[in-house]
């Protein structure tokens, strides 16, 4: 079955400080890959997606992820974080057109001023 | 163009009462899903409606249902809520392999 894994359930960075959130899925093929942001009692907000093509992926608010094949992963990068950024981080996949997105258990960012 | 909208916003019902939640998809998106998030966890797929008719569905019980109106709007209906049916339900309408989520209805069953 699909999966998608988040290792990290919580990451603290300094505000100013790089930042990389990892993302790794199981799937015989390469799935649709996404990442969404949730502020507290929020929706979700797409940040990114991989599709195919570049395997390095600009996103909105300065965030990028890069797809490694070999790995099977996804993870998110920002160089530099703002205190803003402090949310709920969730990598997803889908798997076929207007199939179901899979989401993994989300990381969970906070930002030392 | 508007987004995904979702009502109500909030919602409080007892043990053993039955729910209806709405969601309006974005304009041209003819496909709805509807997830469940827990506290802490994340989105779990409760099912998907495309032309009226459910054409996917999670791991849910039937207790979960829905509908799809041929606006596209859609509605979930919870029968017989769970305290663990606590959750805010989110609502996705779906162009090709994209999905746009609403802001979602959070849901607190006493």
């Known amino acids: 079955a699909q999966s998608v894994t988040q290792p990290d359930i919580h990451i603290t960075v300094s505000e100013g400080a790089s930042l990389e959130l990892r993302c790794n899925y199981s799937y015989g093929a390469t799935p649709y890959l996404f990442w969404y942001v949730q502020s507290p009692g929020q929706g979700l907000q797409l940040l990114l997606k991989?599709?195919?093509?570049?395997?390095l992926v600009q996103g909105i608010k300065g965030f990028e992820a890069e797809f490694k094949r070999s790995q099977s992963s996804f993870n998110l990068r920002k160089p530099s974080v703002h205190w803003s950024d402090a949310a709920e981080y969730f990598c997803a996949v889908v798997v076929t057109s207007y199939d179901k997105v899979i989401f993994g258990p989300g990381t969970s960012l906070s930002v030392i001023p | 163009d508007a987004g995904v909208t979702q009502s109500p916003t909030h919602l409080i019902k007892t043990r053993g009462q039955q729910v209806t939640l709405r969601c309006s998809p974005k304009?041209?998106?003819?496909?709805v899903s509807w997830y469940q998030q827990a506290l802490g966890q994340g989105p779990q797929f409760i099912f998907q409606?495309?032309?009226?008719?459910?054409?996917q569905r999670g791991n849910f019980p039937d207790r979960f249902s829905g509908h799809q109106f041929p606006n596209y709007s859609s509605e979930l209906n919870v029968n017989a809520l769970l305290l663990g049916d606590s959750a805010l339900y989110l609502c996705a309408s779906t162009s090709a392999y994209e999905q746009y989520f609403g802001p979602g209805t959070r849901l607190t069953v006493t």
């Open positions: 409606y495309y032309e009226e008719e459910e054409r």
């Open positions: 991989y599709f195919s093509g570049d395997t």
């Open positions: 304009s041209g998106h003819d496909t």
